[in-house]
C-alpha cells in the first residue's frame, strides 16, 4: 500500500499573491464563438447564425456566457494548482462563476488575472487524504470591463491511492449502446433543441415562472474520444501560438512525472516544434484522449474536461433564460467526469423567486448533471436573472 499522506505546505507560499495573467493574442473572432457553441454542443442561433444574432437584441453573434474560460490558458485552473504536493495528481473539482454584465463579441481582446485563494485536506472515498484547492480567475476585456469571476476548485490526490482503493473500477467498462438506443437518445437531445428554438427573440418572463417548474432535460452523447477532441479544440489555448505563454508553470512540480509532464503549454518548445507542446497528444492533458496515459493517474478510460461540464451547466441555465435573460451567479461542485460511452443528463428546477435590492428579477435554480446509470456527475445551484415584462 502506499502513503495516504499529502505535503500541502508548499501552497502557503503562493496564497493571494497574483500569477502572470492569462493573454490571447489576438480579438476574439466569431468562427471562435461558434467553435466555442459547437465544441460544448450548445446550439443556440445567437452563438453561430449570423442571421438570427442580427435579429436580437445584441444585433449580432454574441458569445455564450460561458466562453470566458475558452480565453484562458488553462480552463481556470492555474490559479488552483499552485504549489508542489510530491506524488499527486490532479482533476477539476468545480467552478463558481460570478457574471457581472459586459458580454463578449468579436473584436473583443480578453485577458485573465489570476490569484491563488485557499485549500482544505479532507479525508475522501476517491483517494483518502485529499487537498480541495481553490483560485480567482477575473476576466476583463480591452476596455478594461469586468466581464466575470471564476473561483476554480482542482482536486490533488495521489494517484496510487486512487488505484489502490479502487473507486473508478465501476466505470472501467465502457457502455455499447444499440442503434434504438441511439435513435430514442437524438429524438430526446432534438427534444431540448427545440426548446432552445421555440423561445426565439422571446421573453422568459420572470412572473410567468413559478417555483417548483422543472428545465428541459438535456441530454448529450455518448461521448467518445472525437466529442473530447473537438471539445479540446474549442478552448483557443490548443491553438499553436494563440497565447502569451506562462513562463511560471513547472508540470513536474505540480507531480506529474517527466515523461507525462512533457512540453505542454512550453512557450520554448512552442517555437521550436509546437506539436510537443499540443496537450491532445503530449502532457498531462493527454490523459482525457488516451485510455493508457488516463489509468497512470487513476481514471478508467479517456474522460471528459471539468472545464466543459462548467460550460455546459453555464450554457444550460443561459438557454432557458433566453436572449432577455442572463445568468448572474452559478455554484457547481464535480463529482466524477464524463467517461467516453456515456451519456450525460442534465436536470434542474426552480427553488426560489426573488427581487433583489437593485431591483433584478431572479429565479434560483437547482440542477442535477447524472450518467446513464444515474451516477451523479455535478450539482449546481444558480441565480438567474429574468425579464419582468
Known amino acids: 500500500m502506499t502513503s495516504k499522506t499529502l505535503d500541502c505546505s508548499d501552497i502557503d507560499r503562493y496564497l493571494g499573491k497574483p500569477m502572470q495573467p492569462g493573454r490571447t493574442r489576438d480579438p476574439v473572432a466569431n468562427n471562435d464563438i461558434r467553435r466555442w457553441a459547437q465544441g460544448m454542443h450548445f446550439p443556440n442561433r445567437l452563438h453561430y ?23 484562458d490558458d488553462g480552463h481556470g485552473a492555474a490559479p488552483a494548482c499552485v504549489g508542489t504536493i510530491p506524488d499527486s495528481h490532479l ?33 475522501t472515498k476517491f483517494a483518502g487524504p485529499t487537498c480541495f484547492q481553490r483560485g480567482d480567475n477575473v476576466y476583463y476585456n ?60 422571446g ?3 420572470w412572473d410567468d415562472v413559478n417555483v417548483g417548474d422543472k428545465l428541459p432535460t438535456r441530454i448529450f452523447g455518448p461521448h467518445s474520444i472525437a466529442s473530447f477532441t473537438t471539445e479540446w479544440r474549442a478552448y483557443l489555448f490548443t491553438i499553436w501560438g494563440s497565447m502569451h505563454r506562462r513562463t511560471d508553470l513547472d508540470l513536474e512540480a505540480l507531480g506529474f512525472t517527466k515523461d507525462m509532464a512533457g512540453h505542454e503549454n512550453d512557450p520554448v518548445m512552442e517555437r521550436q516544434n509546437p506539436e510537443l507542446t499540443d496537450g491532445a497528444y503530449y502532457g498531462p492533458s493527454r490523459g482525457h484522449l488516451f485510455p493508457e496515459w488516463a489509468r497512470t493517474i487513476g481514471m478508467p478510460r479517456g474522460y471528459g474536461y471539468g472545464a466543459s461540464m462548467g460550460a455546459w451547466i453555464i450554457d444550460y441555465f443561459s438557454g432557458w433564460a433566453g436572449e432577455w435573460g442572463r445568468v448572474l451567479h452559478s455554484n457547481a461542485a464535480y463529482r466524477g467526469p464524463a467517461f467516453t460511452g456515456d451519456i ?46
Request: aromatic share 8%; with cysteine.
Open 203 to 205: 421573453k422568459r418572463l
Open 91 to 123: 482533476i477539476f473539482g468545480g467552478d463558481e462563476w460570478w457574471f457581472h454584465g459586459p458580454r463578449i463579441f468579436a473584436g473583443d481582446l480578453i485577458r485573465n488575472e489570476r490569484v491563488p485563494f485557499d485549500y482544505v485536506v479532507k479525508e
Open 344 to 389: 450525460t443528463v442534465m436536470n434542474a428546477s426552480i427553488i426560489d423567486k426573488s427581487v433583489d435590492e437593485q431591483g433584478r428579477a431572479i429565479v434560483q435554480v437547482d440542477c442535477k448533471m447524472t450518467n446513464q446509470l444515474g451516477t451523479v456527475m455535478a450539482t449546481a445551484k444558480a441565480e438567474i436573472e429574468l425579464p419582468k415584462k
Open 142 to 201: 480591452e476596455r478594461d470591463e469586468k466581464i466575470a469571476t471564476q473561483r476554480s476548485t482542482s482536486i490533488r490526490y495521489l494517484a496510487e491511492a486512487a488505484r489502490e482503493m479502487g473507486s473508478l473500477n465501476a466505470a472501467s467498462e465502457e457502455p455499447v449502446w444499440t442503434p434504438e438506443q441511439i435513435e430514442e437518445l437524438e429524438a430526446k437531445k432534438f427534444e431540448y433543441v427545440q426548446t432552445l428554438h421555440a423561445l426565439g427573440h
Open 49 to 71: 447564425d449570423d442571421d438570427f444574432a442580427a435579429e436580437s437584441r445584441f444585433g449580432r453573434l454574441i458569445a455564450p456566457q460561458s466562453f470566458p474560460v475558452a480565453t
